[in-house]
């Protein structure tokens, strides 16, 4: 353990390092500011200033800027970028991000003027289940740079310092949960002179992610008064962002808009399940012209919003949702309507919930990245988008955040880590994301730098397991099969289950990166695992937890011998008949449960699985009308009653991977789509399937269709790869072309 730690601190110091003679070129002469005024109790967002002049024409002009809380930048009054919530949500202690920005096209000749407004952010608003505020750090400061190169090949710098200016803005408060208050109307005090701090640079590292930005807008569909007699507008889809409007009024005319999700059996505006989110925007008005707003630095999960203060005119309303500006990698369709209905809900739950980091959800006072909901999602994100940067950088962060015992924090970034819950650490099934996540990042993206940035994170993560074991037996205090709607699965079980998965991750990954010691010492302590786990399985195959989840997990991850698989799956079979084809599944079953069926001769049971639309199952939210993955199975009930829990909460939509896998058939045995495997499964009554996935090398698309007991593929690959191709019923062959049609046969 000790030469662990040592590597560990070498790696750790050598990566500061590096990214520390990185900051220089840029940060050593600018200064932290902060305000030099009292802040009253509602926190007005700062607004710092500093003009400057241009000399001459202007050859290029970068701006350098970071700051804690999140921030907007306007240069003579115009918005810089298009990007929200920067410098975004990482362990600000060690990891503070900064962006980058060209500021030439906003630039004009003579005097200019720069405003940097900042937000609570997560830095020091109330944020986190305790409701606390100043999570790490009270002020609101800024670190900003312009760079500028004249066409004469003159250069000058301006750097916040002593120089600038601050006061308040419009902005009266702006908090995540809470939302937003402006006063269009607000007239602001005289600039006062800032103060100069002595915060850390050492902090400070490149953004690598994409930011997060405006995306799809959504028009109302309904106006109406509720039974309450409140005006509610729907928009027709569940997403995390926010309302603009327009409205017309005399000054000082307040119009509010409440946030919500769903509404409850009657029919009304339901708030119930926000736990502490106000999730309310407010608007002054300034009078006169028409106005226009929406908010700056706050977000809502909601698919109705309510509104007091104004008459809604539906045309001047828009919904506006908010998400990372990642690439979309893939699209999935069938001929089953309620399918393609789940295909939409998982994607509008991955775009609500990877808002700079995975969130769990987006609407209550949470929205925090579970490590659990991250690795159950994480291979369909791949499908849906490219997810390659943005988990580099949340990887990173929870490297950043592992304990010295190699314990790993529930949530990443982990803003419980100064308080008592910050203890609740290393629990199977969510500590393992620090093994699963980097591996199956280099599988699907063939870049063996995460391997390398992670590898001793996710070997501090199995020593933690090692060093709390007894006798190679691992009884942690976990979560277990979170929400499952059947019997509870016996923790110690999955414990043990996960804590050979991640070894054996650990030993895929020395392999690659040329371990050997680790590999072989990793392979004799797998074997120890295993060989322990069989003390919960029965000569007959029957585990000690009867329960599908167990079986689950103990064939995904191969923890029996040969000859005790297929009484495993039988069992499993048997459990499935006995729900009448139902799943009993929670967050650490579910991602695995078809593989355990299709891989193991009963893709016919995963099918009916599928397809059920009653509780429980994928497609029963879809019947109920939801335009997202909702947290609970039953989260409205048959009767229309509703539950305070989440409506956008991807994990269980981690059947998309299943649906890209086995029933369209895109696959891969080499890492980064070296090497294609195209092989559909049929079944279920569908008539076609069709999927598109941008791998690394280019476009894959498969796509079959039934007539009568025909099947008819058309495969593309991209150019300079190979691909297997099994056609049903007719065994496989190897293709090197880019295009292929074949026909098979089913039964």
Not at 136 to 157: D, M, P
Not at 438 to 452: A, C, M, N, R
Request: net charge positive; glycine share 8%; proline share 5%.
């Amino acid at each position: 353990m000790f030469t662990f730690l040592k590597h560990l601190f070498l790696f750790l110091f050598t990566s500061i390092s590096l990214v520390k003679a990185q900051q220089l070129s840029w940060s050593e002469k600018a200064q932290w500011i902060s305000t030099s005024f009292r802040e009253d109790s509602t926190r007005p967002s700062p607004v710092f200033t500093k003009q400057f002049t241009i000399t001459g024409k202007v050859q290029n002009a970068d701006v350098y800027i970071t700051a804690h809380g999140v921030y907007m930048v306007t240069i003579n009054g115009k918005r810089v970028g298009d990007a929200y919530f920067a410098p975004g949500w990482t362990n600000y202690d060690k990891r503070l991000q900064y962006q980058q920005y060209n500021l030439k096209p906003y630039l004009k000749p003579g005097n200019n003027q720069v405003e940097v407004t900042i937000g609570e952010g997560w830095y020091r608003g109330q944020f986190g289940g305790l409701m606390l505020s100043d999570n790490y750090g009270k002020e609101a400061s800024l670190l900003f740079q312009i760079n500028l190169q004249y066409a004469n090949g003159a250069k000058s710098v301006m750097v916040s310092d002593s120089t600038w200016l601050c006061r308040t803005g419009k902005i009266r408060h702006s908090d995540i949960y809470g939302g937003e208050c402006y006063d269009a109307g607000y007239q602001p005090g005289n600039w006062q002179p800032v103060q100069v701090k002595a915060f850390t640079k050492q902090n400070l590292v490149p953004t690598i992610n994409e930011p997060v930005t405006k995306q799809e807008t959504f028009a109302p569909v309904r106006v109406w008064l509720t039974p309450k007699k409140e005006q509610v507008i729907d928009f027709g889809q569940n997403l995390a962002g926010w309302v603009q409007f327009t409205v017309t009024g005399k000054k000082g005319d307040t119009i509010q808009v409440e946030h919500a999700e769903v509404l409850d059996k009657e029919g009304n505006f339901y708030t119930g399940n926000l736990r502490e989110a106000k999730a309310t925007d407010t608007y002054i008005l300034k009078g006169g012209k028409p106005e226009t707003f929406e908010p700056h630095f706050t977000w809502h999960g909601f698919r109705y919003v309510k509104v007091t203060g104004a008459t809604v005119k539906p045309h001047q309303w828009k919904a506006i949702a908010l998400y990372s500006n990642m690439q979309p990698a893939g699209e999935f369709s069938c001929s089953d309507t309620f399918i393609n209905r789940l295909q939409h809900n998982i994607l509008w739950s991955l775009k609500g919930n990877f808002l700079d980091i995975p969130t769990d959800c987006p609407q209550r006072s949470e929205r925090f990245g579970w490590t659990g909901d991250a690795h159950a999602f994480f291979r369909s994100a791949t499908f849906n988008y490219n997810v390659k940067d943005f988990f580099a950088k949340w990887l990173a962060d929870l490297a950043s955040e592992q304990r010295p015992d190699g314990s790993v924090p529930n949530i990443i970034p982990n803003i419980y880590k100064n308080i008592a819950q910050a203890s609740k650490t290393g629990r199977a099934g969510w500590g393992d994301a620090a093994v699963i996540i980097p591996w199956t990042h280099y599988w699907i993206y063939g870049d063996t730098s995460i391997l390398q940035a992670q590898y001793p994170s996710m070997k501090a993560w199995v020593e933690y397991i090692n060093s709390v074991s007894k006798d190679y037996l691992w009884t942690g205090n976990g979560y277990g099969d979170w929400l499952a709607p059947g019997d509870s699965t016996s923790l110690p079980y999955i414990d043990q289950c996960f804590w050979a998965y991640s070894t054996q991750l650990l030993i895929h990954t020395a392999n690659v990166l040329g371990k050997v010691e680790d590999s072989l010492h990793y392979t004799s302590l797998l074997n120890n695992i295993k060989t322990t786990f069989r003390k919960y399985i029965q000569p007959d195959g029957k585990a000690i937890t009867h329960t599908q989840t167990a079986y689950v997990l103990a064939l995904q991850f191969n923890m029996l011998p040969d000859s005790m698989q297929p009484k495993a799956i039988n069992h499993l079979v048997t459990l499935i008949k006995e729900n009448n084809y139902h799943l009993s599944t929670g967050f650490l079953g579910t991602p695995y449960l078809l593989f355990a069926l299709s891989n193991n001769g009963h893709t016919d049971i995963a099918y009916k699985l599928l397809m059920q639309d009653t509780y429980p199952s994928w497609l029963y939210p879809v019947k109920m009308g939801a335009t997202t993955i909702w947290e609970k199975w039953d989260a409205i009930k048959p009767d229309s009653s509703v539950q305070a829990t989440s409506y956008n909460h991807y994990a269980y939509g981690a059947v998309a991977e299943w649906l890209y896998r086995i029933v369209a058939g895109i696959d891969l045995s080499a890492e980064g789509y070296r090497h294609i495997i195209i092989r559909p499964q049929p079944g279920g009554g569908l008539t076609w399937a069709k999927a598109v996935y941008q791998s690394p090398y280019g476009k894959i698309v498969s796509q079959w269709q039934r007539v009568g007991k025909k099947i008819k593929m058309q495969v593309e690959i991209p150019a300079n790869t190979q691909a297997t191709i099994y056609i049903p019923g007719k065994g496989s062959q190897v293709i090197q072309q880019r295009y292929f049609s074949g026909e098979g046969e089913v039964e």
